[in-house]
T-cell receptor, first 115, second 115 residues
């Protein structure tokens, strides 16, 4: 069965510092991978996704993630944090076993950005 | 193009009452997914519907929960005889084609509180 592990329920960085949010997945077949961001009391917004092709994926708001099959990881990074990046971030996976129909989410990482 | 709409945004029910949550997908989208987010947890898949059909309800509790997506009108998630454990945020997502490489677009959610 698919599962997603996000290490660290909370990550704190200073404004301008590197952001690194970790995501590891388990899937018996090649997955599709997603990062979503959720601002307070709002729905989820897609940051980026990996389906096929280039393993380094660039998303909105300066975020990017790299699919590393050997490490079963899809970590999210941003070179320089901004105050507006403070939110909850969810990694998700889907795969052929479920017809790619359902997303399996990690438990989320809350990013805190201090001035 | 309006996004996914959900109403109500907040719903308070007493134990034993019924809760009806509505989701209007994005224009042109005929695939709807419902997810539940319990406090401090990630989203969990509940059900996937196409117009007039339930495709996958593997995440739905066996009792009290039902979903529909009629030919006309919004998708409805119905919870009968609510209990305190049903308190959660319920998110709807839609996609134009079966989700896979297609992105699921999320609504703002309905936050259900059972007293």
């Amino acid at each position: 069965a698919q599962s997603v592990t996000q290490l660290g329920s909370h990550v704190s960085v200073s404004e301008g510092a590197l952001v690194l949010l970790r995501c590891n997945y388990s899937s018996s077949v090649p997955p599709y991978l997603f990062w979503y961001v959720q601002y307070p009391n709002q729905g989820l917004q897609l940051l980026l996704k990996y389906t096929t092709g280039a393993t380094l994926v660039k998303g909105i708001n300066g975020f990017e993630a790299e699919f590393k099959k050997s490490e079963t990881s899809f970590h999210l990074t941003k070179p320089s944090a901004h105050m507006s990046d403070a939110a909850e971030y969810f990694c998700a996976v889907s795969d052929r076993n479920t017809g790619f129909q359902k997303l399996v989410f990690g438990t989320g990482t809350r990013l805190l950005v201090s001035p | 193009n309006a996004g996914v709409m959900q109403n109500p945004r907040h719903l308070v029910r007493r134990r034993g009452q019924e809760a009806r949550l509505r989701c209007s997908p994005m224009k042109g989208h005929s695939h709807v997914y419902w997810y539940r987010q319990l406090p401090e947890e990630g989203l969990k898949f509940m059900v996937y519907l196409q117009k007039e059909n339930i495709i996958d309800e593997s995440g739905m509790p066996k009792e009290r929960f039902s979903a529909e997506f009629p030919k006309e009108g919004p998708s409805i998630l119905r919870i009968q005889q609510v209990v305190r454990g049903d308190s959660a945020a319920y998110f709807c997502a839609s996609s134009p084609l079966p989700s896979g490489q297609e992105t699921q677009y999320f609504g703002p959610g309905t936050r259900l509180l059972v007293l």
